[in-house]
């Protein structure tokens, strides 16, 4: 059985199915790449709404004379000129939460695509590559195409030969059943 698994070896065209396996994985890393590009623009945007939010925290623990305690949302002094800040807040707020959303969707779908097309790709490279280093040492190792077609002729004849054989053994059985069922009548009779 390992002459016929070897032999496939020299039909294969190595160099296509790597091909096809490259072309898989580069389509893959094209498609990615403009979402890691987003990725990093929110990641960016997310940096900027956090120092915002830490700069209007500074800045309202100060307000008022407020001897730097932090204003609470509904005290008085919101009332009296933090609505506009804290309105800021709000949507700094906002934005970091639409920003996280928007982060984790495009985990999700870089994810997608890494573990349904990329990482395929990579191990259908990694086999190829085994199988083409397993070809080289058959080749390093004397085996060549000659020899694999005389193998499997070789045991394409004993396969006709077994089956040769088979059926001779099946009419020997038919033969000796009809003469025994001929020999059980005649007793009989």
Known sequence: MQAFDNAE?????????VRKHQ?????????????????????????DVRSNLDSWHRRSKSFFGNKRRKI????ILGWFGLEQTIAQKEQFENRREAISS???????EM????????????EGLKAVFDDQEHFRRLRQDGLNERYFRTEVKKLDSEITQIGIEVESLKAAIRNVTEAYKDQQKSRRS
């Open 111 to 122: 994810s997608d695509i890494y573990e349904s097309r990329i990482k395929p790709a990579k």
């Open 72 to 75: 609470k949302d509904d005290s």
């Open 102 to 108: 928007e982060i984790r969707n495009l985990k999700d």
């Open 9 to 17: 070896l020299f039909s294969r065209d190595f160099q296509a199915e």
């Open 23 to 47: 072309r898989v994985k580069s389509e893959a890393y094209d498609e990615l790449n403009p979402l890691r590009d987003r990725k990093s623009e929110l990641h960016n945007e997310m940096d």
